[in-house]
């Protein structure tokens, strides 16, 4: 945990940093917020920011938003100044820390970021053996590629590798290559010098120089345009960058963690991936098995989240009923441990006592059942399969038909008009029958589709669960399992041919 304090606290710095650095923090300080900018630009960076009350907040986090700069800010001020904390946080900041500091409070603080839940939890004999396999290639400094569906838990893989490395005490650096434009992913890995472009105010040191001596992370690898990736194999190969505007090669030593939940052999095979990059990263190659490859571990991975969440929204200990883990065990989890995650977050805050039953389970539709998952062979009319079907159930009823919402449906998110009506009502609960709500009990779940392109389908399936989603980007590609770039450019084609899309939820708003 790098920690950099910013501002004088009042006197207070010393017994924070002090405080901070007895929880085994990484602390440094500077007295302005242009010295904190600098301090991130730098190599050195950080992994939370404590900064003075006093200090114009809410600009410094516009800066670090305008140079892509992600970090926790956490706000501090002498006693417990409301106006000040409620202007802090309005302004961005994650937390307020009354001054002066309570030991339990900035080391609940340090482990709320530090933690993030890096630890794997299994006990399937599939996730132990890729453990071990893990154990055995960490010491070494060879490059490794991870591979696994989305939400399988690749970057708690390579956490996990870093830290059995001769490189723990060294920093880790993740980049998500599928989050970051195109534009912009060459300044955010190689780092750019003042002018090199419009917008670069400063120099500022890529993710290459900032993992210097420690791991750095390439997180979906395989969405970086071929252009980079000569650039990135140049990198491995010499062992050194070039900063977008410089003449002046910089050496760097790092350790390369890749993943991809894309077959990259297959990527390389069509053009989209380079060959040479391919088997430069691929020394060793760790596979994460599927939830549903290792249903030993659903139990104990739901019960964590249980512990986890309930926790977190200050409620009392919770445990799942038998009916509820039958409903967990028997799911296809298109969405892997992500998606049980969330269904545990939801089963949380909906359960009214200690036990969580069925009710408070709320699952996806069986039609993203993978082809072949144990969900297809369980039959349309069974409780397991479809569980709010009946009575009780938690889930709001799905539109009908198009531009025909029905009660508690958002009216402002309806699916577009002008299409057939009945033959899309989006996950119906968990249901089965895909628009096919006449349907004969236990009627295949396709004779709905039957008729329409897949085209048309996928499209109706996007647009549902952004509906379902409030129009939340981020939530709705992590249910369909695509990249946030594959939603975007889908969503963009479809405003182009005339079909409505929800806005954007309230929270990514700022980024449209």
Known sequence: ???????????????????????????SHTDSIEGALNALRAAAGADLVMIDVKLDIATFIESLKAERITIPVVACGIGTDAAAAVKAIRAGAKEYIPLPPDAELIAAVLEAVAEESHAIVCQDPAMLATLRLADQVAPSDASVLITGESGTGKELMARYIHR?????????????????????????????EKGAFTG??????????????????????SEMHPRLQAKLLRAIQEKEIDRIGSSQPVKVN?????????????????????????????????AIPSLRERPADIPMIADH?????????????????????????????????RELENTMHRAVLLSKSETVGPDAIMLTSQLLAPEGS??????????????????????????????QPAPGYPTSYAPPSGHAAGAAAYGNAGASSYGNAGAAPGAPAVQGLVGRTVAEVERDLI???????????????NILG??????RNKLKQYSEEGVPVPPPGSEERAAY
């Open 305 to 337: 989240f249980l512990k986890k969440y309930a926790q977190a929204n200050g409620l009392g200990e919770k445990r799942l009923s038998d009916d509820a883990l039958l409903m967990l065990r028997a799911h296809h989890w298109r969405g892997n441990v």
């Open 200 to 221: 670069a105010v400063a120099r500022r040191l890529g993710r290459f120089e900032e993992a210097n001596g420690g791991t750095l992370l390439l997180d979906e690898l």
């Open 1 to 27: 945990m790098r920690l950099l304090i910013v501002g004088t606290l009042e006197g207070y710095i010393t017994a924070a940093g002090k405080i901070a650095m007895q929880r085994g923090a990484k602390v």
């Open 374 to 403: 144990a969900q297809a062979s369980i039959p349309t009319n069974s409780p397991v399969a479809n569980p709010f079907a009946g009575p009780g159930g938690t889930v709001p009823q799905a539109p009908r038909g198009y531009g």
């Open 164 to 192: 059995k490395s001769r490189r723990s005490d060294a920093p880790f650096v993740a980049v998500n290559c599928a989050a970051i434009p195109e534009n912009l992913l060459e300044s955010e890995l190689f780092g750019h």
């Open 482 to 487: 695509i990249s946030i770039r594959t939603l």
């Open 463 to 477: 647009i549902g669960t952004l509906s379902h989603c409030l129009g939340n980007r981020t939530h709705a590609a």
């Open 254 to 286: 790092v350790r390369l963690i890749a993943t991809s939940n894309r077959n990259l052999e297959n990527e390389v095979r069509s053009g989209n991936f380079r060959e040479d990059l391919y088997f430069r990263l691929n020394v060793f190659s760790v």
